[in-house]
C-alpha cells in the first residue's frame, strides 16, 4: 500500500495539473464566497477608497471581461512557451530529463495563476447585474480583487520567462539532478550497519530447507519495491525474502522477482510480496539511485556525441559526478540485509555496489571521450578526486581501474608528447593514492 501511494504521489507532483487545478478551486471559492460578501455588505461610505472599485455595473464588466481575455491569451502563450522549453530540453538533454521540468513547482504555480485569475473573473462577471437602482449590482470586493490577480499574472509572467531561461541552462539542470541525488545518497547510505555483512546467494549456506518463488506478472521497470511491508510479512510468518531485483531494474513476466526461504508460503503470502514491486514504464528516481547518475551521464554523453560536440558541458557534468561519487565514497555500502528485533535475517535486497555505481556513472562517458583530451584529463582528475575520499582499499582499487582504462585509451589516441605527459601524470597521481593506502 505505502508503495503505491508513494507512486501516486511521484505521479502528482510530476504532472502539470494537479497545482494548476488546486488553484482554480481556490479562485472558484473565493470568487462565490466574495461575491455573497459583497451583497451583505454595504461599501457605499467605502468608494472613495483607492483599494476598493468605484466604478458601476457596465465598469466592472469591462474591467473584468478585459482582465479574462488577457490572461487566457498570456496562459496560451506560457503553455506555448512550456511545450518549445520542454521540446529543447528533450533534444539537448535527453527525455529522461523532463521529468525534472515537469516536476517544476514554480511553473506549475505560474499555469495555475493565470488559469486561476481567468476563472475567478469569469465567475466575478457573471454575477454583475446591469441596471439601475435595486437592478444594479456590482460585486465590488470581487472585481478589487481580480485587479489585484491581473497584477499578479503579470508579475508572474516576467517570473516565468525569467525562470524559465534559468531553468534551461545546464549548469542549472545539473544543479537541479545532483541536489536529488544527494539526498537519495543519504536516504540509500545513511549510516553504517554492522549487521551489513555479505551473505552467500546459496540457500545452504544460509542454512535454509525450503524456498519459493515469487514470480513476476507483467513486465516493466521496477519503479519502487516496498521492504517496510516485506519485512512485515516475513517477520510475521518467520520468512526470510531475498530480491533478485532492485528498484530501476526491467523485470520481464514469470522472472522470478525473489526467492522466499522457510515454512510453506501459500498463494496470498506470494501476492503480497509480488505486489511490493510496483511497476511502471518508465524509471523514476525513487529508490534508484543509478537513476539519476544516468541523467547526468545522459547529458554528458550528448555533449559529446559528433553533432553537439560540446565539451564544456560535458566537463561539467565529470565535475557533478567526482563531487556525487567523493560524497557516495565517504559512506558505507548500500544497505543490503534487514534483520528483526532479535537479530534474525528478513529480507535481503538486490543492492547496488560501488563498482556498479562507478560503472554507471563513468563507462559510458569514457566510452565517448577516448579522442577528446580535455574531457579524458578531468575524467582523471575526477577520479584522483574520489579515490582521495575512498574509505577502503577495494573502493580505491575500483577507481584506479577505471583510471587505467581510460588513461589506456586516451593514449592510444595521443601522438602529442605534451598531452601524453598531462595523461600520465594524472594517471599516477590516482596510482600514488591508491599505492599509499596498500602501504598502510
Known amino acids: 500500500m505505502k508503495a503505491r501511494l508513494v507512486k501516486l504521489w511521484e505521479y502528482l507532483t510530476t ?93 506549475q504555480i505560474s499555469l495555475g495563476t493565470f488559469i486561476s485569475t481567468f476563472i475567478f473573473c469569469l465567475i466575478v462577471l457573471s454575477y454583475v447585474r446591469y441596471g439601475e437602482g435595486k437592478t444594479d449590482f456590482v460585486p465590488r470586493i470581487a472585481v478589487s480583487i481580480s485587479l489585484i490577480l491581473a497584477l499578479i499574472s503579470g508579475l508572474m509572467l516576467s517570473f516565468y520567462i525569467h525562470h524559465i531561461a534559468l531553468k534551461i541552462q545546464p549548469d542549472m539542470v545539473l544543479h537541479e539532478i545532483c541536489q536529488l541525488l544527494e539526498e537519495q545518497i543519504a536516504e ?22 525450503k524456498s519459493s518463488a515469487v514470480t513476476m506478472k ?5 519503479e519502487i519495491i516496498d521492504y517496510d511491508s516485506v519485512f512485515q510479512l516475513a517477520s510475521e510468518n518467520d520468512l526470510i525474502v531475498r530480491f533478485r531485483f532492485r528498484a530501476g531494474q526491467f523485470a520481464v ?14 498463494s496470498k503470502l506470494v501476492n503480497q510480496i509480488r505486489n511490493a514491486a510496483v511497476l511502471s514504464y518508465h524509471r523514476t528516481p525513487v529508490q534508484d539511485l543509478e537513476f539519476s547518475i544516468g541523467q547526468i551521464v545522459e547529458i554528458a554523453t550528448r555533449a559529446l556525441s559528433p553533432g553537439i560536440n560540446d565539451s564544456f558541458t560535458a566537463i561539467t557534468c565529470i565535475d557533478r559526478l567526482g563531487q556525487e ?116
Not at 253 to 266: H, K, P, R
Open 218 to 222: 507483467s513486465s516493466g521497470y521496477i
Open 15 to 107: 504532472s502539470y495539473w494537479l497545482i494548476p487545478l488546486i488553484m482554480i478551486v481556490i479562485a472558484s471559492t473565493s470568487a462565490v464566497l466574495l461575491v455573497k460578501l459583497d451583497r451583505s455588505t454595504d461599501l457605499e461610505p467605502y468608494r472613495a477608497y483607492f483599494f476598493i472599485f468605484s466604478g458601476g455595473s457596465d465598469s466592472a464588466g469591462r474591467v473584468l471581461s478585459t482582465i479574462a481575455g488577457t490572461v487566457i491569451t498570456i496562459t496560451s502563450i506560457v503553455f506555448s512557451i512550456t511545450v518549445v522549453v520542454l521540446t529543447l530540453a528533450s533534444n539537448q538533454f535527453g527525455p529522461r530529463l523532463l521529468r525534472n521540468f515537469m516536476d517544476d513547482k514554480q511553473a
Open 188 to 209: 540509500e547510505m545513511p549510516s553504517l550497519d554492522s549487521s551489513n555483512e555479505p551473505i552467500q546467494d546459496k540457500a545452504e549456506e544460509l542454512n535454509l530447507s
Open 253 to 266: 513476466a514469470d522472472q522470478v522477482l525473489a526467492d522466499v526461504f522457510g515454512s510453506e508460503v501459500d
Open 325 to 440: 561519487f567523493g560524497s557516495i565514497a565517504m559512506r558505507p555500502e548500500m544497505k543490503k540485509l534487514l534483520t528483526d528485533d532479535k537479530g534474525k535475517l528478513r529480507v535481503i535486497k538486490h543492492a547496488l555496489s560501488f563498482d556498479k555505481l562507478m560503472d554507471a556513472g563513468f563507462s559510458q562517458i569514457r566510452q565517448m571521450s577516448q579522442t577528446n583530451i580535455a574531457v579524458g584529463c578531468r575524467v582523471l582528475e575526477s577520479l584522483r578526486n574520489v579515490a582521495e575520499k575512498c574509505d577502503s582499499n577495494d573502493r580505491k582499487k575500483s577507481v584506479l581501474n577505471h583510471a587505467n582504462l581510460m588513461n589506456g585509451m586516451l593514449l592510444r589516441n595521443i601522438t602529442e608528447e605534451h598531452d601524453r605527459q598531462a595523461v600520465e601524470s594524472r594517471h599516477e597521481m590516482i596510482k600514488e593514492i591508491v599505492q599509499s593506502s596498500n602501504s598502510l
